[in-house]
Structures are given as structure tokens and as C-alpha cells.
């Protein structure tokens, strides 16, 4: 079975007026699929579309599991009291009653979730004092904590420092050598070339494949409209200009 | 010096109060952790302000405080709700709106000249007046916000923390921004006969304040409003008897001059 299949998707939050329509693709197990798009071109209500939240949908989406979702770091409060493992740990409340402590073996794997994206050390450190690139990673491995077959990336190495970029796209490599699925929204075009699968969305689904068919310059083009800045003519090595990350 | 501190709690007035207080504490420094987190101070004030002409009509009607105190909460929840779902307006308005409108009604409806003269114990509360079966009521309704705010600690965590992804950790943010909403109208309503309504929001808020900026994880927070809360009371009753002020007031003050060293403190409620 697929580890996702979405047919005929359509849907935003408002009558009449879709964010985001026809979109059709399918993950398999074990794929990192790049999600590309310019700021409000639907990335981030395509996710919600597939973790059930979005007011208004039409179509099919059919999923392995429930999926876990990862924010953009700048969402997360900072003055919140809770320290990086605190946040980990959040990545257990859904399966644990709330007269129960949290399970041990559920705080045994915060503890080397923390570890898988390099932060044992930072167990204690509060959330707000970590890097955004260390509270990016605490966010990752909170979605791990939830152990789910499909994991929601939003923009995870957008302004993060060298060291968390590294780590995490380490860390991606591991989770699709496990089975796991992927989807990442992403500006960098040239990391996207390096994945299993391209998703280029402008309000609408512009292409789906493989990168070396999708990331063409006309598909680019007409992805990201005006946004587009190609540096080198072959089409190979492109960047997109990096704006706000208002949606 | 010890002497000074006891004396006040020889007379049994004051140990009820104190336990009113104490009791108060368990419900109003968690719940104003909470609120501070939920950046909901504003909705706090206005919940209490805004019950106010149901105060006044129990109090016309010479009916228990507690029952004017529940329809005064929910007429003004209402309003609040009501207004603020104008999207042009925003919640900050229609809470402005209508509690100015209510406490104006309340106030006119309790300085009107056939009303008793008690206006000045719905505002303030009357401390030293508080009976058995108002420490019992307080009690059962104090018991029932400890008990809702252990029952939704993690999902409140889960919304105050990252509100976006909630939902896909298994909390609806808008069911726990109101459970919240309607634990603190449980709140002031059994903080009412104690407090009144205009300094129960110093019960509820300071000491959180104070806790939010003196501890860095969230059950430690929880522990030490509640603490700080009942410190407040207790201090506060103390003062009240020696300086002979009011006992509510001076508990309120106390509440304040807690939070205020950390709150001025560099802390982490400043950014």
C-alpha cells in the first residue's frame, strides 16, 4: 500500500475561494517528496489538507497512518516553560490518558530522539534558549516521538544554521532508509534535486515526477512565476528568491 | 515577632478566611498560569467586571451571590463571544464593549435608590463574612478547576505552546481556548463571595506572573503560583489585622507586592 494517495484535492478556508486545487500524487513508502511552491502558494494548506484540519475540502486523500506534522520554528513560543525534552515529550500526549504518567518507554524514546538529531546534550536547555536551527531539530524529533508512517515538514531548513542543516538532512536519509515518507516544503530547488520526488504547487498542482523530469526550467517558470531567479542557464543549479514567510 | 505573625488567626473569622484563601489559592494560581500563557489577562479582568449586574440583581432579589455571580459570567461570555465575531473588530474590542457596558449597568443598577447598600461588597468581596457553606461551595468549585486543569494540563500545553500543530498532537485548540475561558468564570464565580470581582484578578494573576518569571518548566510554575497565591492570602490577612484595612484589599496588595521583585527582575516574561 501507498503511504499516501491524494486524488482530485481541492479546498482552503474560506468558501469559494480554494488555496489550493487539483492535486494528485502518490508517496510510497521510503520517499522524501520536495513540495515547492512560492509564499502562499499553497505548501502549507496542502499539509493541512492532509492532516484533516483544513475547513473546506474536496477530493480523496488516503493515508498509512496519521501523520506528524513539523512546524515552522518560528510558530513555537518561546517564553513557554518547557525545556527541549519537555517539547520531545509533547510527541507522546495523544497516546498517553491524562491521569497517566507518561510512559517509559515513551520518555527512553524522547531521550534518544533528542540524540538522533544531536541535541542529547541540550535535554535540559529551555526551549526558548536553544538556536532556531536546535529548536527546528526539537520539533523534528518530537515528530519522530509520534512514530508515524508520513511526517510533514514545513520549510525545515529555512534560516537554520550549517550544523542543523547537516544534521537534519542526515537525519532525513535515515528516516526514508526506514520506510518512512516525507514530504518537505522547501525553496531550495537544488535540494530538492537530491530527493525522491518533486511537488511543484502555485495555488494549483503545476507537476509531480521524479526531479530530473520535474525541475525543468518551464516547469520552475511557472511554479514560482516572478519569484524565479535561475543563476546558471543549463537549468541545472537554480535558486528561488527568499522572502517573508508570511502565508 | 511570631506572636505578630499568629495573633490574626486566633479569632475563627480569620481562620475562615484563611482557608477561603488557601482553598482560593488551589484554583486561582494554576488557572492565572494558564491565562498569562494563553496571553488571556485581558479576557480574566473582563470575565470578573462583567458579572457584575448579575451580582447587583441576586443582590436586588436577595437571592445567593453565587447564582447572579453564574448568570452574570455567562450573560457576559456571551456578549464577549458575540461581538467578538466580527473579524473587522477583534476580540480586544468586543471584550471593551461589553464589559463597559455591564459594569455600567451593574454600577447603575446598584447605585439606584432602591437598591441595598452593598455595592462596595460585590467589588470588593467580604472576607471576614464568609460562612461554612461559603467555604464549601468555594471548595467544591475550587476542587472542580484543580481537577479540570489537571485533566487538560497536556492539551493546554499542546495549544499554548504551538497552537499549529495541536491538532496533529491530538488537541483542538479552539474546545481548550474556551475550556480555559470557562474555567476562569467558574473561578471568579467561587472567588466572588470572598474576593468580589474586582480583586479576584489580582489573586489570579499576580502570583502566576511571579511564578512564570521565577521558574523555567511548567509543573514547577504550577506549584509555585499556587504557593505564592496562598502566601499572598496569608500575608495579607496578617497586615489587614494589624494595620485594621481591608482584608481583601490587602490581600490583593500582597499578591502584587509578591510579583512585583520578579516581575521587575529581568525575566523571561520580558520578552
Known amino acids: ?247 | 515577632m511570631l506572636g505578630w505573625l499568629t495573633d490574626p488567626f486566633a479569632s475563627p473569622i480569620v481562620q475562615r478566611a484563611l482557608v477561603e484563601l488557601l482553598i482560593l489559592a488551589v484554583a486561582c494560581g494554576p488557572l492565572g498560569v494558564w491565562v498569562l500563557l494563553y496571553r488571556n489577562a485581558y479576557a480574566a479582568e473582563s470575565i470578573s467586571h462583567g458579572m457584575l449586574p448579575g451580582l447587583v440583581l441576586a443582590a436586588l432579589a436577595g437571592a445567593p451571590l453565587l447564582l447572579g455571580a453564574t448568570g452574570g459570567v455567562l450573560v457576559a461570555a456571551a456578549g464577549i463571544a458575540l461581538v467578538a465575531r466580527d473579524q473587522r473588530l477583534g476580540p480586544d474590542i468586543g471584550v471593551a464593549v461589553c464589559v463597559s457596558a455591564l459594569l455600567g449597568l451593574g454600577g447603575l443598577l446598584a447605585l439606584s435608590p432602591d437598591s441595598p447598600p452593598r455595592l462596595q461588597e460585590l467589588l470588593f468581596g467580604d472576607l471576614l463574612g464568609v460562612s461554612g457553606a461559603d467555604l464549601a461551595v468555594a471548595g467544591a468549585l475550587a476542587a472542580a478547576v484543580a481537577l479540570a486543569l489537571a485533566a487538560g494540563h497536556r492539551p493546554l500545553a499542546l495549544v499554548g505552546f504551538d497552537r499549529g500543530s495541536a491538532p496533529s498532537l491530538g488537541a483542538r485548540p479552539l474546545r481548550w481556548e474556551l475550556a480555559l475561558l470557562a474555567i476562569l468564570a467558574v473561578t471568579t464565580v467561587a472567588a466572588v463571595q470572598g474576593l468580589g470581582n474586582l480583586l479576584v484578578v489580582a489573586l489570579i494573576l499576580a502570583p502566576a506572573a511571579a511564578a512564570l518569571s521565577l521558574a523555567r518548566r511548567l509543573p514547577v510554575v504550577l506549584l509555585l503560583s499556587v504557593a505564592l497565591a496562598a502566601l499572598a492570602g496569608a500575608a495579607g490577612l496578617v497586615l489587614s489585622f494589624h494595620l485594621e484595612v481591608a482584608a481583601g484589599a490587602s490581600v490583593a496588595l500582597c499578591a502584587v507586592a509578591i510579583a512585583l521583585p520578579a516581575l521587575l527582575a529581568p525575566g523571561r516574561m520580558g520578552h
Request: aromatic letters at 6%.
Open chain 1, 1 to 247: 500500500m501507498s503511504a499516501l494517495e491524494v486524488d482530485a484535492l481541492s479546498g482552503g478556508y474560506a468558501p469559494g475561494r480554494d488555496a489550493v486545487r487539483d492535486v494528485a500524487f502518490t508517496a510510497e513508502p521510503g520517499q522524501i517528496v520536495a513540495v515547492l511552491g512560492p509564499n502562499g502558494g499553497g505548501k502549507t494548506t496542502l499539509f493541512r489538507a492532509l492532516l484533516g484540519e483544513l475547513p473546506i475540502r474536496r477530493g480523496e486523500v488516503r493515508l498509512a497512518g496519521r501523520p506528524a506534522y513539523v512546524p515552522q520554528t518560528e510558530r513555537a513560543r518561546l517564553d513557554f516553560p518547557v525545556t527541549a525534552l519537555d517539547v520531545v515529550l509533547m510527541g507522546a500526549y495523544g497516546r498517553t490518558p491524562w491521569f497517566r504518567r507518561i510512559a517509559r518507554a515513551d520518555r527512553e524514546a524522547a531521550a534518544s530522539a533528542l540524540e538522533r538529531v544531536g541535541l542529547a546534550g541540550e535535554a535540559r536547555t529551555s526551549f526558548g534558549a536553544l538556536s532556531g536551527g536546535q529548536r527546528q531539530r526539537v520539533l523534528i524529533a518530537r515528530a519522530l516521538l509520534q512514530q508515524a508512517p508520513l511526517l510533514l515538514l514545513d520549510e525545515p531548513l529555512s534560516g537554520v544554521d550549517g550544523v542543523s542543516a547537516a544534521r537534519i538532512e542526515a537525519l532525513f536519509g535515515e528516516l526514508r532508509a526506514e520506510g518512512r515518507t516525507l514530504l518537505v516544503a522547501t525553496h531550495d530547488v537544488r535540494q530538492a534535486g537530491e530527493w525522491d520526488r518533486v511537488l511543484c504547487l502555485h495555488g494549483r498542482q503545476v507537476a509531480y515526477g521524479p526531479p530530473a523530469t520535474t525541475l525543468t526550467p518551464g516547469t520552475l517558470r511557472e511554479t514560482y512565476g516572478a519569484e524565479l531567479i535561475v543563476l546558471e542557464g543549463g537549468g541545472r543549479a537554480v535558486e528561488v528568491g527568499h522572502h517573508s514567510h508570511e502565508h
